[in-house]
């Protein structure tokens, strides 16, 4: 199949909107990462969605809406909870696990009796929904087990020949995927961090939250786990990765030493200077919101440059600092040696 890639305008969202119609997949801009969106309702498209990615069936798709009309028949009910959050924060990088609507298809939600729900705030996501009057489902644009992609390129690369048409918007704001949040529970639970903090969260509930035991630990095989997409290989490059937890100095000096053919160092910005191999940065050490609009673009970069192996910096644990360490131990499948 030709794959389309078209800058937004007239003609080519009324195209996007369209083959939505007919139950077909487009690659389209959202303000997190690009997604494959596909009619949220109409099971054949959203197995059109998994066959496009290599997705395994049992990982179920967030549901994006453009106003809260369309919750209708999208959920059964809004407890008050999620009403604050969305509210809140909505449109925006924000994904509501509520109890699933009849509208929505199991292919959807994987048969879970659950489904996550978010209205993205970019104007192109939210202008082909809200003309096509199609809710879609998207997971992140990327065949299974990359990284996601932040820009249209990235998409054309995994996507081409593999579905119609992707939408060029430029590239993403947050460059990470939505927080995920489930609202099932007294006590809602963090399944995936995010730009939308833990902290932010607990202001506007009046109350704490949890995150899931998963988001800074691997699941061992067979784990129950409240999130399908905690239990795989993730945001992985071609290199083997490794986290170097410790100062800059300690990094520095076991990257040196551990120099070999292929060795390469995804270190933040302005640390290049002290290193002996190739380097990539992804954002400054102060600045949480870079880190985490940069990491899958470096995690690409080093398979444009054939790294074998990377030795990372360590992005701390809190705030949106959360979200890129919970991407980034999973590209590393978790390998962290601690320097300290
Ligand atoms: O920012 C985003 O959320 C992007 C853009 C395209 O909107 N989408 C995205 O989708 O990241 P995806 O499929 O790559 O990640 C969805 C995550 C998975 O970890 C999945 O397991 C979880 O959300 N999820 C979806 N529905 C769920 C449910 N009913 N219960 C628990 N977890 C759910
Ligand atoms: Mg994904």
Redesign the pocket.
Known sequence: METKLLKPNKESIELACKLLQDGEVVGVP?E????LAGDSRNGEAIKKIFKAKG?PAD????V?ISNLDMLKGVVRYVSDDAKKLMEAFWPG?L?I?MP?GNEICNET??G?D???V?M?SNPIAHEIIEKSKVPFS????NISGKP?PTNATDVFVDMNGRIPLIIDGGECDAGV??T?I?TLTDTPII??P?VITKEMIENVLGKKVEIAKAVTEGVKKDEKV?????KYKHYAPNADVIILKGSLEKYAKYVNEHKADGTFALCFDDEQQYLDVPAISYGHITSPKEQAHELFTALRELDKQNAKIVYARCPEMTGVSLAVYNRLIRSAGFKIIDLD
Not at 32 to 35: A, C, R
Not at 138 to 141: E, Q, R, Y
């Open positions: 959202t997190t990462v690009y997604g997705r990982n179920p798709l967030i994006h990088p994904t696990i699933k939600c994987a879970l659950s489904v996550g978010r993205p998207a997971p992140s644009a996601s995927e939505s995920v489930s399944l995936r995010g409240l999130s399908p997409g905690m």
